[in-house]
Each structure stands twice: as structure tokens, then as C-alpha cells.
């Protein structure tokens, strides 16, 4: 019986040695410094920090919208190409019913001198 005891005693040192690795693996230990800057000085190059991080986020978002105008630009939706077809056939008919009537009234033009 006492080597059952010997036993769980042995396996509840073996769990909390575990337990203490494991707390160990999941905490970071960190320590400061003595702080050098006044404040003023940290809120300075926080500031220029964040300027430069803002600078940074316009230029993607402004190179983003760029290439999506230029993919929207160069893929149109069959929507609108079906709008443009339309639009090029009814002006090419309308344009050719203008030369016609032109060169109608040039023919009348010329029958009547």
C-alpha cells in the first residue's frame, strides 16, 4: 500500500514540475528600463511613428483604388457592352441616314441647276 502512495505522491510531483513548464511556456517575462525620454520626447516619436504608418496606409490604399479603376476600366460588364453595341449601331444608322440625305439634296441640287 505504501507503494501505491509512493507511487501517486511520485505522479502529483511529476504533474506539478509539468504544470510549472507549462506556466512557464505561456507567460513572457518582460522588465523595463530606467525611462531616458521625457514625455514630450516618447509622444514625438510616437507621433512621427504613426505619421509614417498613416503615410504608408494612404499609398496602398491609393495604389489599391488605382488598380481597381484600371481593372474596371479594362473589364467591362456585358452590360455595358451590350450599351455600347447598341449606341455604335444606332449612331452608324443615324450617321447613315444623314450621308444619304446629304447626297439626295446634293443630286437634287445639281438636277436643278
Do not use: C, W
Amino acid at each position: 500500500m505504501e507503494d501505491a502512495q509512493d507511487a501517486k505522491s511520485q505522479s502529483n510531483t511529476n504533474e506539478n514540475k509539468q504544470n510549472d513548464t507549462d506556466k512557464k511556456q505561456n507567460y513572457i517575462e518582460v522588465s523595463m528600463g530606467p525611462q531616458s525620454l521625457s514625455n514630450e520626447e516618447m509622444q514625438s516619436k510616437r507621433d512621427k511613428v504613426m505619421a509614417e504608418r498613416n503615410k504608408k496606409l494612404q499609398e496602398r490604399m491609393a495604389a489599391m483604388a488605382q488598380r481597381r479603376m484600371k481593372r474596371s476600366a479594362t473589364s467591362s460588364s456585358k452590360q455595358q457592352k451590350e450599351a455600347i453595341q447598341k449606341f455604335v449601331k444606332e449612331f452608324t444608322a443615324t450617321y447613315d441616314e444623314i450621308e444619304d440625305d446629304i447626297a439626295n439634296n446634293q443630286h437634287m441640287i445639281n438636277l436643278n441647276n
